[in-house]
């Protein structure tokens, strides 16, 4: 690590932390094995993972998903960069060999995701501004894609991250430039359901939980698309949450979200180790707040009533794959944001999710709290 100058307060700090972490033995590896149950027994409600294609030929991959998760998301592959091509085709390959994979091992898929605002493939960008151009490709891209699996994939997030990183309104996207900026979504959701309409339908947004001011104007556009008509049947939080998110920020944004009586979905959830310029605190002490984050969060989501949890998907398989050590905004390589290590090993964090899914499954309506 490159030696900053520090300030005398960060100076401080990195003595006192090296002195504290000194006692619990600086950078403590606890490394006494934790075993889980399968995790997709623990709950009556779909565990999913995100995966790519390329690594579900591994063995030990192949078992250890199989043997934790009942459901897949598809990490990269049935979005619009993966499927149309420059000249407009849709090409299916990753797609394709994750369907034939579920279907093999009885996964359900949750299908992800047919319009982002960072999506603009060649073949669109070209007819922007050209709307009869736009509208066809638009609507026949949407009609390719869930037509293929219609009735094999029971779930869709439709529309990605409308609303603003910064949670004031709604995205600038080259989809709003030639629908409107709650046009395209509308038109997206239209046509979803005109393609599959045995397939519930999803609005996905982040920092739901960590973002007050954003999950206010999400709640704001949901409920202007749905005055309008819109056929949306649930909503996902992404929850990529981290270690220093405030204590009840998930069950507030739970309570929020379960306003509009639609099923929610956990969909890329991961606790990162947090974003702070210098931090002195220890691996296992980070662990540690990354256990408790996580029992906070899954008891929070388990209270909701059954109806309204559709599933919970963690946002890879191992630390190592976590797209949080490669984010080309904020790379750390160093993060351990999901369930398994390196070596497909459970954590703490993994004991603590187990643990807020079963608890509830154990509980009896006499001691529910
Ligand atoms: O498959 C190609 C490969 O052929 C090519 O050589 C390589 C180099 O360009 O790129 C590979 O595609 C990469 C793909 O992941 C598969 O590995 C893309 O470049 C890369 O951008 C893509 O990153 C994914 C990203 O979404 C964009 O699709 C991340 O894995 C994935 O974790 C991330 O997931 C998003 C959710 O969809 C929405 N919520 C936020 C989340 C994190 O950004």
């Known amino acids: 690590m490159k030696l900053a100058t520090l300030s005398r307060r960060e100076s401080l700090g990195a003595i006192l932390a090296l002195g504290l972490s000194g006692c619990e033995g600086y950078g403590a590896q606890d490394d006494t094995p934790i075993t889980v149950p399968p995790l997709k027994s623990l709950a009556s409600l779909p565990i999913g993972c995100a995966v790519m294609s390329a690594k579900l030929a591994d063995p030990t991959t192949s078992t250890l998903l199989l043997k934790n998760f009942s459901q897949l998301t598809a990490e990269a592959e049935m979005k619009m960069a993966a499927i149309v091509a420059p000249d407009g085709r849709l090409r299916f390959s990753g797609a394709d060999a994750i369907m034939a994979y579920a279907q093999q091992n009885k996964l359900r898929v949750h299908g992800h995701a047919l319009v982002w605002h960072k999506h603009e493939p060649e073949a669109f960008l070209r007819l922007d501004g050209n709307k009869p151009a736009f509208t066809a490709l638009y609507d026949n891209y949407i009609r390719g894609v869930m037509g293929r699996y219609r009735g094999r994939i029971p779930s869709w997030d439709v529309v990605n991250e409308p609303v603003n990183g910064d949670g004031l309104g709604l995205r600038a996207t080259m989809w709003g430039r030639n629908f409107g900026d709650l046009g395209y979504i509308e038109r997206a959701f239209q046509i ?35 005055k309008k008509g819109t056929p949306i049947d649930g909503i996902g939080t992404q929850s990529h949450i981290n270690i220093d998110m405030p204590k009840g920020a998930a069950k507030a944004a739970f309570k929020d979200l379960a306003s509009f009586g639609l099923p929610i979905h956990v969909s890329e959830l991961d606790i990162s180790f947090g974003h702070r310029r210098f931090d002195w605190r220890s691996v296992k002490t980070k662990r540690a707040l990354q256990a408790e984050q996580m029992t906070d969060f899954v008891q929070a989501f388990m209270a909701l009533p059954e109806k309204l949890r559709y599933a919970i998907t963690i946002w890879g398989l191992y630390d190592s794959d976590s797209f949080w050590r490669v984010n080309p905004e904020d790379p750390n390589p160093d993060d351990e944001p999901l369930l398994f290590d390196g070596a497909g090993r459970a954590k703490p964090v993994t004991a603590a999710f187990a643990n807020a899914l079963g608890g509830i499954k154990s509980m009896t309506p006499a001691n529910a709290g």
């Open 192 to 226: 979803a359901r005109e393609t599959d309409p045995s397939a519930k339908l999803f609005i996905n947004e982040y920092d739901l939980e960590l973002k007050p001011e954003k999950r206010l104007a999400f709640m704001q556009m949901m409920e202007a698309l749905l």
